[in-house]
């Protein structure tokens, strides 16, 4: 994230808002900026999109979408407001701020179609909702980290990876799955900013793919997903920071070959393939001892692998040469 590589549109770093004022005057700002856009220029409005404010579409309705919730994960402390969760994202195929909300009810989520290719016996277009005929829905309360240090906690609604794994029957010689995400040049005005790696793409090993925790979402807060937050189809894998949380995945392909995901090949300095959560590994710019919860003004310790070391540590165990926390 924040990675600075100045464009004539871009800000530098030193002007940049903190996060706490950020999320203070958001309100007041979207008013503002909903003036502005409306006054703007072709030109302007487009440098107005790619900050994530230019649009002011009204909220997408998001049906009731409850299922039972599974009580084996606890999150241990509260759930974070509904309105912070869904009015503070990074998407930046719609924006480098965190007020793409607005900008985000461009998405077309239907129809939606899901791709399983790679190395597997059953490859398969999905249509979402024919995928989602063949799972179990539950809902699962997940702590959410994201690697600039704010985080929160969620109750997503959703169906273990693992189900997707075994539908899939990968062939032996798999041995990651990635994900892609949508890249629509006609909704996305992200996509206009050339040097990002488009499409964002992820990946995990089979072994995290088929660990309890990885999880396919579809809803949060009892609704179906809001197009900001990635509908209608991403992943959440709570013990890694939130870059690894691919959001509306179009692609999902199983592969003997170690992906280059998106914020490693932007910057693999500062960003890796494992990503685990970790207190006392900083980023090569900031800490990541501690973290601020949305929707509060605290800030608390930082937990190994998220507090989720119990169901993955033993993943990574002899993985001595390996960046395991960047
Ligand atoms: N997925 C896509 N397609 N594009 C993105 O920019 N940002 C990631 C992740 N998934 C991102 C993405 C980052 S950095 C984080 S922290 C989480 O989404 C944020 O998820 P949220 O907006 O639902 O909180």
Same mark, same amino acid.
């Given at each position: 994230m924040?990675? %600075?590589?100045?464009? =004539?549109?871009?800000?530098?770093? $030193?002007?940049?808002?903190?996060?706490a004022v950020m999320l203070g005057r958001r309100a007041a700002l979207s008013g503002t900026v909903a003036a502005i856009t409306a006054a703007a220029s072709p030109a302007q409005a487009q440098w107005l999109n790619l900050l994530g404010g230019g649009s002011d579409a009204p909220a997408k309705p998001r049906p009731a979408l409850t299922a039972p919730n599974n009580p084996k994960f606890v999150a241990g402390r509260a759930i974070t407001p509904e309105k912070n969760a869904i009015t503070y994202n990074n998407f930046y195929e719609f924006g480098t701020s965190k007020s793409v909300s607005s900008a985000a009810q461009a998405?077309? @989520?239907?129809?939606?179609?899901?791709?399983? @290719?790679?190395?597997?016996?059953? !490859?398969?277009k999905w249509a979402i909702e024919d995928l989602l005929k063949q799972v179990q829905l539950e809902e699962r309360i997940y702590r959410h980290r994201c690697v600039?240090?704010?985080?929160? @906690?969620?109750?997503?609604?959703?169906?273990?990876? $693992?189900?997707?794994?075994?539908?899939? *029957?990968?062939? @032996? =010689?798999?041995?990651?799955v990635t994900f892609t995400t949508l890249a629509d040049k006609k909704t996305m005005p992200g996509l206009?900013?050339?040097?990002?790696?488009?499409?964002?793409?992820?990946?995990?090993t089979m072994d995290e793919a088929r660990n309890d925790l990885a999880f396919m979402v579809v809803g949060m807060y009892g609704k179906t997903l809001?197009? *900001?937050?990635?509908? !209608?189809? %991403?992943?959440a894998l709570p013990w890694k920071y939130g870059f690894k949380s691919a959001k509306s995945i179009v692609k999902i392909e199983f592969t003997d070959k170690r992906p280059v995901v998106f914020w490693e090949a932007l *910057?693999? $300095?500062?960003?890796?393939?494992?990503?685990?959560?970790?207190?006392?590994?900083?980023?090569?710019?900031? $800490? *990541?001892?501690?973290?601020?919860?949305?929707g509060s003004d605290e800030r608390v310790a930082t937990k190994l692998f998220n507090g989720y070391g119990e169901y993955v540590a033993g993943m990574y165990k002899g993985l001595t040469q390996e960046r395991l926390f960047m």
């Open positions: 924040l990675i %600075r590589r100045l464009r =004539g549109w871009e800000i530098p770093e $030193s002007q940049v808002t903190p996060e998405l077309n @989520t239907d129809p939606w179609t899901i791709e399983i @290719t790679g190395m597997v016996d059953k !490859p398969k600039e240090t704010w985080a929160m @906690t969620v109750p997503w609604t959703g169906f273990p990876l $693992s189900k997707l794994v075994e539908m899939a *029957q990968p062939k @032996t =010689g798999a041995k990651y206009g900013m050339r040097f990002y790696p488009w499409p964002y793409l992820e990946g995990v809001p197009p *900001q937050n990635g509908a !209608p189809l %991403r992943i *910057q693999d $300095s500062e960003y890796g393939f494992w990503a685990n959560v970790n207190p006392e590994f900083p980023h090569p710019r900031w $800490s *990541q001892a501690t973290e601020t919860l949305l």
